[in-house]
């Protein structure tokens, strides 16, 4: 099956880092690649949809200039959360598409700012 | 404004207890309902997916119903294993513009 793994699987920095966070497809292409956060005791909420080759489109709320993403090629997404602050602590779920109706889910990364 | 709620939000069943998980939603206008499987502090696994069109899901003991125009989907888990101790997740792909809303999830134990 359609594998997606996501890389660091836990990350805690000081606060006013930035850390980048990477979303691979392993054994397909994917056109499009979705990136979500979960807060504890919360659903999960999409914060961006990119498309290889185009700038990423966010959701209401997420700030582009905060969460940088970067969709270089059809296998690899990478999301920067610039400047962290304890606030942005959370689990960051990628997932990629080949067709819209499926989406493969990463592993998540665990965020800890401090 | 799509909105996705499970019920229960948490359940503990002896082992091989048959069960239901419950998904509703607000807005009948959805392109697909899936269902997932998250483990603690790891990703999702999808276990099924209903287009809009269907009306049930089956792999192994999973089965998946949905009702569109009544806004519900149910998860059924037969002879449930400790191994299936999980939150399971119910998300909506919005017809209008093809993205997923998910519910809070519902952990799920199943006890030896």
Redesign the interface.
């Known amino acids: 099956g359609a594998v ?1 793994s ?1 890389h660091p699987s836990r990350v805690i920095c000081k606060s006013g880092t930035s850390v980048k966070i990477e979303c691979r497809s392993l054994d397909f292409q994917a056109t499009t690649m ?1 990136w979500y956060r979960q807060f504890p ?6 914060m961006a ?1 990119s498309n290889e080759g185009s700038k990423a489109t966010y959701e209401q709320g997420v700030e582009k200039d905060k969460f940088l993403i970067n969709h270089a090629s059809l296998t690899l997404s990478t999301l920067t959360v610039t400047s962290a602050h304890p606030e942005d602590s959370s ?1 960051y ?1 990628c ?1 990629a598409a080949i067709r ?9 990364t ?1 965020l800890l700012v401090l | 404004k799509q909105e ?1 709620t499970q019920i229960p939000a948490a359940l503990s069943v002896p082992e091989g207890e048959n069960l239901v998980l419950n998904c509703s939603f607000t807005d009948s206008a959805i ?2 309902l899936q269902w ?1 499987r998250q483990d603690p ?6 276990l099924l ?1 209903i ?1 809009s069109s269907q009306r049930e899901q089956t792999s192994g003991r999973l089965n998946a119903s949905l009702d569109k125009s009544s806004g519900r989907s149910t998860l059924y888990i037969a002879a449930s294993q400790p191994g299936d101790s999980a939150t399971y ?1 119910c ?1 909506v ?1 919005h017809e209008n513009n ?3 809303i ?4 519902t952990s799920l134990a199943v006890n030896p």
């Open positions: 997606v996501q979705f005791k919360q659903s999960l909420m999409l949809t689990f779920i997932s819209r109706e499926t989406q493969y889910f990463g592993p998540g665990r | 996705v392109y697909n997932f502090g790891k990703g999702l696994t999808s997916l287009q997740l998300a792909d093809r993205k997923l998910w519910g809070l999830g």
